[in-house]
């Protein structure tokens, strides 16, 4: 019988973003690593992805929210909600 693996998705939130990696998806390229302009993106110490590499861990207290992690995984293993935040009075 074919073992059944159980992925997740690794959700990380603040007050201003939900940022989900997708570990059944998440080969563990690296792309998002590269070209993520202030290199706020590392390999996870233990989260793995699609193929038992690591997947990925963002510090979101240095993301700017740029999206282009989002854009350039081949896989779709990233995707970024930005809350809609309240005006103050
Ligand atoms: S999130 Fe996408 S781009 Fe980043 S390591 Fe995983 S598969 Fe590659
Ligand atoms: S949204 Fe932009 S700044 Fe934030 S982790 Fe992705 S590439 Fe880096």
Not at 6 to 17: L, P
Not at 38 to 53: A, L, P, Q, W
Request: proline content about 3%.
């Amino acid at each position: 019988m074919m073992e059944k693996k159980d992925f997740k998705t690794y959700r990380q939130e603040t007050k201003e973003m939900i940022y989900d990696n997708h570990l059944a998806l998440c080969k563990g390229c690296g792309l998002c690593i590269e070209y993520c302009p202030v290199k706020c993106i590392k390999f996870h110490e233990t989260n793995r992805g699609h193929f038992g590499s690591p997947a990925i861990n963002a510090d979101l207290d240095i993301c700017t929210k740029c999206r282009m992690c989002e854009r350039i995984c081949p896989d779709g293993a990233i995707h970024i909600k930005i809350k809609e935040l309240k005006e103050k009075k």
